[in-house]
């Protein structure tokens, strides 16, 4: 499989991330009272819903999360 540029490095990871993260938030607010196949089938459209609608967000909000991060935090000298 090729990889990509390391220059999608930063934008790889929040992808990733948001995945994970929509995918326990799912999780949790997914209801116990299914059975398995009910719930499988209701947590994956929840969780796709989620993250499709995250991922734009997360793309926008990178660079300004670094930049905050470097406000905040001090550089090596």
């Not at 990733?16 to 607010?29: G, N």
């Not at 947590?43 to 499709?52: E, H, I, Q, R, S």
Request: hydrophobic fraction near 50%.
């Amino acid at each position: 499989m090729p990889k990509l540029h390391r220059r999608f490095r930063q934008r790889t990871s929040a992808v990733i991330q948001s995945a994970i993260t929509c995918a326990i938030a799912t999780a949790i607010a997914s209801p116990t009272s299914l059975s398995a196949s009910q719930l499988l089938s209701y947590g994956l459209k929840a969780w796709l819903v989620a993250w499709m609608t995250i991922v734009p967000f997360v793309l926008l909000a990178t660079p300004l999360i670094r930049r905050l991060t470097s406000f905040v935090v001090q550089e090596d000298p």
